[in-house]
């Protein structure tokens, strides 16, 4: 089982990584936008649970791994913290006020729109990668099965994500006229992901 410092400590870098501007949530914003809440509340669902199909990887790869090799495990460790660096160098390189517009309208349905999500995070190598390189520094072995901790800690990443996007979708006019008249929100949103992904990859670089 997860310990209070785990849940607390990967929930606050969770929260900060999907509320940080990105596809995902821009996406659910513009959705949400230009076809209505339901519509932005659909897309941001799927997204959401998309994540689930990563949590999966993530755990029989990294429980293969440890059964296999502790030495193949740390070379995952080390390349998902070199992984991580490079993230949070291009975020805060590229870190700008955020651009949004409504998307097109569209007349998909929500439930069209849900497994259009599912299937457009599912099917992403980068969060694939992403899940590898995130989830394995907040697994504490002394707490139990590494395995059902990784399961757990990608539960709760997806639960919040659906939280966040659910209230992105149902807000999304409010929301993306807050940050069309305050772009410096999203630059500083920008800079506490990079910030945050440097300071998990070097954790995770220099963890034992």
């Known amino acids: 089982m997860l310990s209070i410092e785990q849940f607390f400590g990967f929930l606050l870098a969770a929260v900060l990584v999907t509320a940080a501007p990105g596809p995902d949530n821009l996406m659910v914003l513009?959705?949400?936008?230009?076809?209505?809440?339901?519509?932005?509340?659909?897309?941001?669902?799927?997204?959401?649970?998309?994540?689930?199909?990563?949590?999966?990887?993530?755990?029989?790869?990294?429980?293969?791994?440890?059964?296999?090799?502790?030495?193949?495990?740390?070379?995952?460790?080390?390349?998902?913290?070199?992984?991580?660096?490079?993230?949070?160098?291009?975020?805060?390189?590229?870190?700008?006020?955020?651009?949004?517009?409504?998307?097109?309208?569209?007349?998909?349905?929500?439930?069209?729109?849900?497994?259009?999500?599912?299937?457009?995070?599912?099917?992403?190598?980068k969060v694939i990668v992403f899940f590898l390189s995130f989830l394995p520094q907040f697994v504490a072995p002394a707490q139990g099965s590494v395995g059902l901790q990784m399961a757990l800690l990608g539960l709760l990443f997806t639960a919040q994500a659906a939280l966040i996007f659910t209230l992105l979708g149902y807000f999304a006019g409010t929301v993306g006229q807050w940050l069309s008249t305050r772009p410096g929100a999203g630059m500083l949103m920008d800079r506490l992901a990079g910030g945050l992904f440097i300071a998990l990859g070097l954790r995770l670089i220099f963890s034992r």
Request: glycine share 16%; aromatic share 6%.
């Open 30 to 125: 513009g959705t949400g936008m230009s076809t209505g809440r339901r519509h932005g509340i659909a897309f941001g669902l799927g997204c959401a649970l998309g994540c689930l199909s990563h949590t999966a990887l993530a755990v029989a790869g990294v429980s293969a791994l440890i059964a296999a090799s502790p030495q193949a495990f740390g070379a995952l460790k080390l390349c998902g913290g070199l992984y991580l660096l490079w993230l949070g160098y291009k975020v805060l390189r590229n870190a700008r006020g955020t651009t949004l517009s409504a998307r097109p309208g569209s007349t998909l349905t929500p439930a069209a729109l849900f497994a259009r999500g599912i299937v457009a995070n599912a099917i992403n190598p």
